[in-house]
């Protein structure tokens, strides 16, 4: 009513209406002296009191002829706004029943795809566990073949040689951790398919949950009536629009939930394919390296028994040529020891001969004979000493063939150890059966 009205914020009606072509503000009266008072103040004149009183007259009488207007108004607009609002409540609780029968048809198509989603998901789980477990039997092939590698990492000398058994045992431990790497990566596709199943499933389960919320709320909203217990009033509640979606964007927005998970599912199902593949080639593949690297290991043994026995031979014959080496040493020594005293006597004549005094310092035959003799005697000790010398270097380079030989002998021995006693120790029996064990127990896609 406030709006309708105009509003008057001074009271005084001569403020607001004028009086015969004078200013609309009557207020000022004349200013007029009475001698009984000391001041000068104002007075109305008995014209200014009379208009005043019309004034007063004609809004009381515009004032009622509104109000009389304005009931009939308010009369006609109750009717209009009754009907209005029972036309209106009506096809509210219509659309409310149409919206709950939507909601339930989307949530009944979110459990089924949630049932299904369940059953991908526990046969994946199942898959990738055999797979785990296929992965952990391939540790112990893989530290046999590294640890025949190691062993014969202990060979020594010339027999560290890059033979058919190492080149056939890094190809075997190639070959198992290819299998282990194809493994971890399809057991990384597995757990990151997990957790694609589970994020949709997760998805679809909060949209069921949403719509169960949902249904239930709109159901009783479609229930209430105007004498329902716990209606109120909510000021302002109606400029408040926190919706997000439209019908079209809420209903496509289950069929995406619900077409990402049979995508999902459909990825789980060519996933457990290839797990089981992998598995039974990997086993496959392992299988036919353990024989390849067995029958080398067979014939690196024989060989290296054949090299030995023959070793041995040459180490008889190369002893006795060091026992006539060693007597032959014997007699150069002594012959250079029997050169001392020749040697002695010539130099003690040549030293008493410069204590001769004067003319008798004659160089004589005598003394050029010595000289010959010393020099002769030197000659000789130089030849046999050279005798020697290559007498004790074929002496020491037998000594060192001879070590040479014992040392290859004994490497061959160690090699004949680590492969035949080490290696082929450990790898008697494949430790996964290729024909049983986890791999070919698995469900078949």
């Known amino acids: 009513m406030s709006k309708i009205l105009p509003y008057v914020s001074d009271k005084t009606i001569s403020r607001h209406l004028g009086y015969a072509g004078r200013s609309m503000d009557l207020g000022h009266a004349k200013n007029y002296f009475n001698p009984a008072r000391s001041t000068v103040y104002s ?46 409540q009506h096809d509210v609780t219509k659309k409310l029943g149409e ?7 989307w949530k009944n198509e979110l459990l ?72 971890k990566k399809v057991l990384d596709k597995a757990y990151v398919q997990l957790k694609m199943n589970r994020a949709s499933q997760h998805a679809l389960e909060i949209d069921a949950k949403d719509k169960h919320h949902a249904q239930g709320l709109d159901d009783r909203m479609h229930g209430l009536r105007n004498n329902t217990a716990g209606i109120g009033f909510y000021p302002g509640i109606e400029n408040i629009d926190n919706t997000i979606t439209i019908p079209e964007s809420w209903a496509r927005y289950t069929q995406e939930n619900i077409a990402r998970s049979q995508k999902e599912r459909a990825a789980s199902e060519r996933l457990r394919g290839e797990i089981d593949s992998i598995l039974r080639t990997c086993a496959n593949d392992m299988w036919n390296m ?30 006795a040529e060091i026992f006539d080496m060693e007597k ?31 003319v008798e310092l004659c160089n004589d035959p005598v003394m050029k004979s010595l000289q010959r003799e010393v020099n002769e005697i030197r000659e000789s000790v130089r030849i046999l000493k050279e005798r020697l010398k290559a007498s004790e270097l074929s002496l020491a380079r037998l000594m060192k063939t001879k070590a040479t030989l014992e040392h290859d002998i004994s490497v061959k021995e160690n090699s004949l150890r680590i492969d035949n006693v080490f290696c082929m120790g450990m790898r008697k029996g494949f ?3 290729p024909k049983v064990g986890p791999i070919f127990q698995m469900p078949t896609c």
């Not at 009488?61 to 109000?67: L, M, N, Y």
């Not at 919206?99 to 048809?105: L, N």
């Not at 029997?338 to 004067?358: G, S």
Request: charged share 35%; with cysteine.
């Open 290 to 319: 353990f024989n390849t690297v067995n029958n080398a290991f067979n014939m690196r043994i024989r060989e290296t028994t054949d090299a030995r026995n023959k070793l041995q031979s040459h180490l008889q014959r190369t002893m």
């Open 43 to 88: 007075r109305y004149s008995p014209q200014d009191w009379g208009v005043s009183n019309q004034l007063n007259f004609s809004l009381s009488d515009k004032e009622r002829s509104f109000g009389e207007r304005l009931r009939a108004d308010a009369w006609r607009a109750i009717k209009e706004t009754d009907a209005r609002t029972r036309n209106r």
């Open 431 to 433: 430790p996964m059966d």
């Open 112 to 183: 089924d795809e949630i049932k299904a989603m369940e059953t991908e998901s526990c046969n994946l789980e199942e898959y990738k566990r055999t797979c785990e477990r296929a992965l952990s039997d391939t540790a112990n092939p893989l530290h046999i073949a590294e640890e025949c590698l190691m062993n014969r990492e202990k060979r020594q000398g010339i027999d560290l040689v890059n033979d058919d058994v190492e080149k056939s045992l890094v190809r075997e431990v190639d070959i198992i951790k290819k299998c282990q790497a194809k493994m």
């Open 99 to 105: 919206r709950v029968q939507d909601i339930a048809f």
């Open 328 to 358: 032959n040493i014997e007699l150069l020594r002594k012959a250079i020891q029997d050169k001392e005293q020749p040697m002695k006597v010539a130099q003690t004549r040549l030293d008493e001969r410069t204590r001769r005094i004067n």
